[in-house]
């Protein structure tokens, strides 16, 4: 009887460490906010604790908004995907070219945006559903590859005369808020529900906590990491779009700066408020943070350097946070 009892003791002070350890990471996490943002208003009360201020944020972050979304369904099935941002480039000079150059109607451009994303994405799931090749490798190499396509089709050349119609799509202004900002919103509530309510959701949660638990109880693992992959190009394509809309023209490898931050902005709001697990809210809270942090490090006047400098920093911490959870 002495056994029973005992046996259980270990498995109950593991949890209470992971427990303790992981309630300080999300206070530590909390607390880091807050001070920022008290760091900021007092260095720039004029200008930072300002409601033109916060709609400035909002409205710099929301390309970032939306690649977060879509990179919450890739980590949170336990996968890498380093070529998102080259997707969104090259998507959005697919756009471009299609309504400027080859004179298609703006919605058929914005389809094939997304299609491009979606091409691409389905060749990263396959290559790691199927092929069984790393993700981390594959993704960095297709990634290259629309780079590489992105700069042919555009011919290296900066692409004027954008329609309105297609501008508005990420300047135009609902409620004082960008049209950009509320396609963000529409994609992060949409992610979030597809991973809280629908069985793909559950099916994402489960193969990210123990893969071959998920494989043993008969899910398909396979089809299921693929599909995230393909969700991640189809947001990355429409994210191209915003991104060229919020711009007014097309710029070669315009995507370039966009990997690091929904990277960062995930892992964040994983370990402050998603107690360990990826999820569209945590990180929409880590992307509004990084904008924060990019707002009030440009307001202080300091070099371009110093916000990427902060942006790694931040990516470190909040990995190390996460951790804490498991």
Avoid: C
Avoid at 16 to 23: D, I, K, Q
Avoid at 141 to 163: C, H, M, Q, T
Wanted: zero cysteines; hydrophobic letters at 55%.
């Amino acid at each position: 009887m002495s056994s029973s009892l005992e046996a259980p003791v270990g498995p109950r002070r593991r949890l209470s460490g992971t427990s303790v350890r992981g309630a300080l990471a999300t206070l530590g996490g909390l607390a880091v906010m807050l001070i920022t943002l008290v760091v900021f208003a007092a260095l720039r009360p004029d200008a930072f604790p300002t409601w033109a201020n916060v709609q400035g944020i909002l409205d710099s972050v929301t390309v970032l908004l939306i690649l977060g979304a879509g990179l919450t369904v890739v980590l949170a099935i336990g996968e890498f995907d380093l070529s998102f941002a080259a997707t969104t480039g090259l998507s959005g000079a697919v756009a471009v070219l299609a309504v400027v150059q080859w004179g298609w109607p703006v919605w058929l451009g914005v389809a094939a945006a997304i299609g491009v994303g979606i091409l691409v994405g389905l060749g990263n799931g396959a290559s790691v559903a199927y092929g069984r090749a790393p993700a981390f490798i594959i993704t960095l190499a297709i990634g290259s590859i629309a780079l590489g396509i992105e700069r042919f089709i555009s011919n290296d050349k900066v692409i004027y005369g954008l329609p309105e119609s297609l501008i508005s799509l990420g300047q135009g202004k609902i409620l004082g808020f960008s049209t950009g900002l509320w396609v963000a919103v529409i994609v992060t509530v949409g992610v979030f529900v597809l991973m809280r309510f629908t069985t793909y959701g559950r099916r994402v949660q489960a193969i990210g906590s123990n893969r071959r638990a998920a494989d043993l109880a008969g899910l398909a693992v396979a089809r299921s990491r693929m599909m995230a992959f393909v969700i991640m190009g189809g947001i990355a394509g429409l994210g191209g779009v915003i991104l060229m809309a919020k711009a007014s023209q097309y710029f070669p490898n315009s995507a370039a700066g966009l990997l690091l931050s929904p990277y960062a902005a995930a892992f964040l709001g994983a370990a402050v408020i998603g107690r360990g697990r990826f999820g569209a809210v945590p990180t929409f809270v880590g992307v509004v943070y990084i904008g924060v942090l990019q707002n009030g490090i440009t307001m202080l006047g300091q070099p371009g350097w110093v916000v990427l400098l902060v942006q790694g920093v931040v990516l470190a911490a909040a990995v190390l946070l996460a951790r804490q959870f498991r």
